[in-house]
Antibody
Framework: QLQLQESGPGLVKPSETLSLTCTVS??????????WGWIRQPPGKGLEWIGN???????RSNPSLKSRVTISLDTSKNQFSLKVHSVTAADTALYYC???????????????WGKGTSVTVSS | EIVLTQSPDTLSLSPGERATLSCRAS???????LAWYQHKPGQAPRLFIY???SRATGIPDRFSGSGSGTDFTLTISRLEPEDFAVYYC????????FGGGTKVEI
C-alpha cells in the first residue's frame, strides 16, 4: 500500500527558506510515470496547490508562488522535496504531499495523500 | 485561474438525512475534471469523487457526484456518523484549484 510521509522543521524564521521532504513507501517514485505534488492549508483557510514534479524531474508550480518555490526529486531515497524561499507569516500552514491519480497528468486529482506537517513562520 | 465557490459554508444535518453540497466554477471546467475530497482534522484529505461522478476506490454508494460545466454537486443520500467532515471540491481541467470547503456538521 502506497504511503506518503511529510517531514521537516515545524518553525521557520521570516525571510528564510522552508524545506520539507515527502518520503514515499510501498512503491517506487520512479514507477508508473506519476506526478507528485505539494498542497498547503493555512490556518482557517482552504487548500492551495503549491506545485508538482514528474518522475523525470520536470516540475510545475502555482503561478502565485512560482518565483519562491523549488520542487526536487531524490529517486535514490524515494523522496521528493519542497523549498519555499523568503517566507513570511502568510506561509504558515499545514503542508501535504500527494500523488496524482493518473500517470502522466500534471493537472490531476490526488489519490494518495500524506497526513500533513505543520509549519509556522515566526521569529 | 478558475475560482471554485462552495456552498453552503456549513451544513447542519442529522444522521440519516440527505446532504447536498454545491461547487460552482467561475468558468467551465473542461472534461468535467472535478474531484471531491473529505477532510477530517488530523487526517489526510481523502479522494471521494473524480471526473465529477466517479467514486474512488472504497467509497460507499451513498456518495454521488454530478454536474458539468460550471455547476457540480456532491450528494450524500443518508448521512452516517462518519460522514461529518469538511468536503472540498477541486478542478484539474485548467491548472489546479480548490474550493473553500463545506463543513457538514451534526
Amino acid at each position: 500500500q502506497l504511503q506518503l510521509q511529510e517531514s521537516g522543521p515545524g518553525l521557520v524564521k521570516p525571510s528564510e527558506t522552508l524545506s520539507l521532504t515527502c518520503t514515499v513507501s510501498g512503491g517506487s517514485i520512479r514507477s508508473g510515470s506519476y506526478y507528485w505534488g505539494w498542497i498547503r492549508q493555512p490556518p482557517g483557510k482552504g487548500l492551495e496547490w503549491i506545485g508538482n514534479i514528474y518522475y523525470t524531474g520536470n516540475s510545475r508550480s502555482n503561478p502565485s508562488l512560482k518565483s519562491r518555490v523549488t520542487i526536487s526529486l531524490d529517486t535514490s531515497k524515494n523522496q521528493f522535496s519542497l523549498k519555499v524561499h523568503s517566507v513570511t507569516a502568510a506561509d504558515t500552514a499545514l503542508y501535504y504531499c500527494a500523488r496524482h491519480g493518473r500517470p502522466g497528468y500534471y493537472y490531476d486529482y490526488m489519490d494518495v495523500w500524506g497526513k500533513g506537517t505543520s509549519v509556522t513562520v515566526s521569529s | 485561474e478558475i475560482v471554485l465557490t462552495q456552498s453552503p459554508d456549513t451544513l447542519s444535518l442529522s444522521p440519516g438525512e440527505r446532504a447536498t453540497l454545491s461547487c460552482r466554477a467561475s468558468q467551465s471546467v473542461s472534461s468535467s475534471y472535478l474531484a471531491w475530497y473529505q477532510h477530517k482534522p488530523g487526517q489526510a484529505p481523502r479522494l471521494f469523487i473524480y471526473g465529477a461522478s466517479s467514486r474512488a476506490t472504497g467509497i460507499p454508494d451513498r456518495f454521488s457526484g454530478s454536474g458539468s460545466g460550471t455547476d457540480f454537486t456532491l450528494t450524500i443520500s443518508r448521512l452516517e456518523p462518519e460522514d461529518f467532515a469538511v468536503y472540498y471540491c477541486q478542478q484539474y481541467g485548467s491548472s489546479l484549484t480548490f474550493g473553500g470547503g463545506t463543513k457538514v456538521e451534526i
